[in-house]
């Protein structure tokens, strides 16, 4: 599985004119706002630690709070000014805690390592035209190659796909590619066809559809990335706000599922996770919060791993967070409605 590519996105430009000027490090701020500042920098302590909280000495949480009450200050003034860029002292403070996170939960957990995605070459089997989400014809400009595969192959994948999902759900759809990268490598991606998010690309490789209980985890999982990012969830935009969830070229709507699953699950160490986003050992700090190692990755992958749980799995009603997270999805009567259908046409209700 890999990441969704927004391969027309550009490089992100600065925006925010001077910003630069909360780089310095704030006066000192009056008794009451600096007892306040170290109220925020514990809470945040906790949970960026995770795991790691009942399990450092004193003086070692004393060295993450004291680099928090520093950080505290500068992402307020930042905000306050509209700027979702953040400062070299931002940044500086925000990797310094990443390196003694790592250090604390290699000594008090254990190593993770990195982890990474090789991308092996790809190889375009057959590109086809989605006609009003349900039949497929033949782009005849679309180099063929010939992997041992037959049209008829193809066609009985895109069938299945769409015999999974309820009626109308690939109308946003418009272009099939078959690709093969080899077996258990990448099997399914999708992303935006067009600058703004209406039309969508799919990409599957038959070379993984061997196993149909994978293969639907990840079709699924590929289809809540456009469930989340499509035109009436994100802007797709250089000018970067503060006020809901961003990535790079990106900015979630306020009303958005991938923002109001940010807020509740990801806006006190989202920092840490971009410090250091090649790192296991985020996950091992926060193991409980996610359903899965990959869901760690960012916002964007969590909430498209839960959705395919949300969908495949029987509810769940406790209190650990990632059991929260997959009960997130029953507050929008369309995404339960879809789970319905889809589970009917898997015969998954009895």
């Known amino acids: 599985m890999k990441r969704y590519i927004l391969i027309w996105a550009g490089i992100l430009l600065l925006l925010c004119a001077g910003c630069e000027e909360y780089g310095a490090v704030p ?5 009451a706002a600096a007892g306040e500042i170290r109220q ?18 004193s ?6 709070v004291s680099l928090l009450e520093r950080a505290v200050p500068l992402r307020r003034a930042r905000e306050a000014d509209g700027c979702w860029e953040r400062s070299g002292e931002e940044e500086r403070l925000a990797h310094q805690l990443n390196r003694l996170y790592e250090r604390y ?6 190593s993770g390592g990195v982890w990474g995605y090789g991308a092996p070459e790809e190889q375009v089997l057959a590109e086809y035209v989605i006609h009003q989400g349900t039949d497929l014809r033949k782009d005849t400009r679309a180099k063929t190659e ?5 049209e008829e192959d193809f066609r009985s994948l895109w069938e299945d796909m ?9 109308a946003d759809f418009s272009r099939l590619i078959i690709f093969t990268d080899g077996e258990d490598e990448t099997l399914a991606y999708v992303y935006p066809a067009d600058d703004a998010g209406d039309r969508w690309v799919v990409a599957v490789d038959p070379a993984d559809a061997g196993d149909w209980h994978w293969f639907l985890e990840t079709v699924l999982h590929e289809y809540a990335h456009y469930v989340t990012l499509n035109s009436s969830q994100v802007t797709y935009t250089r000018e970067q706000t503060v006020s809901t969830y ?13 923002n109001a699953f940010y807020q509740a699950f990801w806006a006190d160490y989202l920092d840490d996770r971009l410090a250091n986003q090649n790192s296991y050992n985020f996950f091992l700090r926060h193991e409980d919060d996610f359903i899965t190692a990959y869901a760690s990755t960012d916002p964007s992958e969590d909430i498209a791993e839960c959705f395919t749980y949300f969908v495949l799995g029987e509810p769940v009603r406790g209190d650990a967070v990632w059991e929260q997270k997959l009960d997130f999805f029953y507050q929008y009567p369309e995404l339960e409605q879809f789970r319905t259908e889809t589970r009917n046409r898997l015969g998954l209700n009895k």
């Open 162 to 170: 769409y015999a999974a999902l309820p009626q109308g759900a690939w």
């Open 105 to 110: 939960t290699v000594k008090y957990i254990g």
């Open 59 to 64: 003086q070692e949480r004393e060295r993450v």
């Open 246 to 258: 961003n990535e790079e070229g990106m900015v979630s709507s306020d009303g958005s599922y991938l």
């Open 27 to 31: 006066e000192s701020a009056p008794p």
């Open 146 to 150: 010939d992997a041992g595969y037959t």
């Open 40 to 57: 925020e920098a514990e809470r945040l302590a906790r949970a960026q630690l995770g795991a790691l909280d009942p399990l450092i000495t």
